[in-house]
Structures are given as C-alpha cells and as structure tokens.
C-alpha cells in the first residue's frame, strides 16, 4: 500500500532515470563523435604522412600534392649535404607547409612539416597557413651553421582572428644529417609578439633580447627596469568604479627595428593589475594619439578608448601606417576588449580621439548634447 504521495514521486523516479539514461546516451553518443573525429583525422594525417615522405625528387613535390612557393627558394650552404636548395611547399588539401632541402640532381635530401604555424589549429589536419613572409639564413646559436628563420602568414577562418593575417615565426638549427626545431624557443617567439620580422627573431635567438618581460611583469618598476619607456604625457591617475584609484601607464619597448606599444594599470602599491596590447598584429607604434577614460557603453563606469597610428610592411615591404582604435569596458574585476562598436565604426587617417569617442557613445545610444 502507497502511502499519499507515492505514485507521485515513483513518476517523478522514473523520469529522472529515464533522463539520466538520456543524457547518458547523448555523452556516449559525443564521445562516439569524438572517437570518430580522431579516427579520421588519424587517417588523414597518416595518408598525408605516407605522400610527404614518398617525395625523393623535386619533381615528386608536385605529383603528391604540393605546390612549390618559388620566390621563397634560396641556396643554402649546409654541413652534410654541401649547397643544397631550401624548397617551401604548401600541401594542396590541408593548407600544411613543408621544407625540403633539394640538391644539384633535384634529389631530396631532407625534409620536414614539423613547424610551428602546422599547429595553429589543434586537432585537425587543416591550417590558416597562406604562404611565407621571409626566410633568412644566419647563425643563431654560434656554432658557425647556417640556421634557418622563417615567418608565415596565416589567416584563420573562424575565432578571434578571422579574417586577420597574423605571422608565425620559426627557426630551425643546422645540425648533423639536417636541421632540428626547439619548440619552447618557437612558442616563446610566437606567444610573446617576437615574431614580427626577422631583426625581431634574431634579437631574441641570436642576441638575449626578449618582451616577454612585457606580458609577465607583475610592477611598474620591473617593466621600466627592463627598458620599458613610458609615455609622460599619457601617464594619469583615474578613479575605476570596480577597481580603485589606477594610474594608467602606456608607453613602449623597443626591440631590433620594432616598437612595442602596451597600457598598463597600476595600483598605489606599484602592481600592474591589468594590461592592453592595443597595437595587436600591426609591427610598430608610428604615433600615439591619445588616450581617454569614460563611460562608452553607457553602464556608469569608466571605460579606455586608445587612438593611435601604426605601421606595418605591404606586400613589396614598403612601410604603410593605419589608423586604429581600441575600446576596453570595464567590468566587474577588469575590462573586456570591445569587437562590436569596431565591426560598425571604421577609423580613417583623420579621426581624432574626441570624434572617435561620439561616434562609439552614438552607437551605445549616447545623445550628443551628453556627457559625464
């Protein structure tokens, strides 16, 4: 005999089994999914493995799948093989990059696809790779072998870069039967903005220099230690409704050729607790045209906006300069980067700050006569 209540809460049992078995058979469906998935990209990589490696001839490049990038083939003089040709080939179907080394008879005598920029994608055979920016051949770790530095362009189709060229920078070392690839100096090139020429590179493989310093300070006196200088003119206290009094701290690093652009904020104590890198892909700071703290969205608190100029090389390396801004809105324990007043609102040569700024608070609905 049910007590009152019963049948009640034996339905109510079984619907909880029931849709436990649901979701249990949906995370063994996902992970069937997901078992398939590598499944075919294990096939794929294998099946490409077996064309890269069947290559022995230069003319073998094209017949398995590949296509030659001649303007970026130079001699190069090598321990074991003599002077051999270094041949950049991008795989036709999967947008991969190889190397090979080619001599006098068009016979290969070496290769390799074990790049950095073959691993912007995690966990699929297909890369943004579109081709090469420069190639350079010097000794990099002093043991009178000619190194190799390579910057390529990549341009992804979907995430926070679509759209977007960026460079991915390698440098693989000569040694005995060819050449060998350090990843941990190639993820550090690439995740600390050092890949924006070859000078860039060679600063910080060959010579010692290094930004990192810029993205892993933790004070304003470690970054100006480090030869970070900063802008005077630019160099305020504001009063952030969620993070106190903040003294914003832009200024630059300048490393080789290139000049890094960053923002900092920092807490009475002298501790950085936020930064920007405004100047993103592009190669240097040509100009900075101001900085503002306000409200730009409308939600009371102070917001950054940054306008400033700057260059980056064209296609027959020729210097050209942009104009661009950047908004951060802060929130509640830091700022988000902004992506929708920037898709709306395009930035040309002759905008000020103060256009800018009334052209991103219309868009928020600000009225023109308004101000905080």
């Keep these: 005999m049910f007590f009152k209540g019963t049948k009640e809460k034996v339905l109510l049992l079984a619907a909880v089994l029931l849709l436990g078995s649901k979701c249990e058979a949906a995370e063994v469906e996902q992970v069937s999914d997901s078992r398939t998935r590598d499944s075919r990209v294990l096939e794929q990589y294998r099946e490409y493995q077996s064309r890269l490696n069947a290559i022995e001839t230069l003319s073998q490049i094209d017949e398995q799948g590949f296509d030659v990038i001649e303007e970026q083939c130079f001699p190069i003089d090598t321990k074991d093989f003599g002077e051999v040709s270094l041949v950049p080939a991008l795989e036709r179907e999967y947008s ?12 290969v005598v070496w290769r390799t696809d074990q790049l950095e920029a073959n691993s912007r994608i995690l966990g699929q055979m297909e890369q943004p790779i579109e081709g090469i920016s420069a190639v350079s051949f010097q000794d990099l ?8 530095t390579l910057i390529v362009l990549c341009v992804n189709d979907s995430g926070a870069y679509a759209g ?23 993820e550090k ?10 000078d860039n590179i060679t600063a910080f493989v060959r010579d ?49 050729d290139f000049t890094y652009f960053m923002i900092y904020l920092v ?29 730009i969205d409308g939600d009371g608190m102070k917001d950054i906006i940054v306008l400033a100029d700057y260059s980056y090389a064209g296609e027959n390396n020729e210097l050209l300069t942009k104009s661009e801004y950047s908004i951060y809105y802060q929130r509640t324990g830091g700022f988000a980067t902004d992506t929708e007043v920037k898709a709306h609102i395009k930035c040309g040569a002759d905008d000020t700050l103060s256009a800018i700024i009334e052209k991103a608070r219309a868009y928020w609905g600000w009225r023109v006569e308004e101000d905080d």
């Design 96 to 107: 991969r990059l190889a190397l090979f080394l080619v001599d006098e008879n068009g016979g």
């Design 141 to 148: 770790n002093g043991d009178g072998l000619m190194d190799i």
């Design 164 to 186: 977007k060229t960026y460079k991915t920078g390698d440098v693989l070392f000569q040694t005995d039967g060819g050449f060998y690839r350090d990843y941990r100096i190639s």
């Design 189 to 198: 090139i690439n995740r600390f903005s050092m890949n924006k020429g070859i």
């Design 208 to 256: 010692g220099y290094s930004a990192e310093f810029l993205y892993t300070a933790t004070t304003e006196k470690e970054l100006v230690k480090n030869g970070f200088v900063i802008a005077q003119d630019q160099h305020y206290a504001r009063q952030f409704e969620k993070l106190g009094r903040l003294d914003v701290v832009p200024g630059t690093y300048k490393m080789a």
């Design 267 to 295: 807490n009475e104590q002298g501790y950085i607790v936020w930064s920007f890198q405004p100047m993103g892909e592009y190669d240097n700071l040509y100009a900075l045209k101001g900085i503002n703290c306000r409200d």
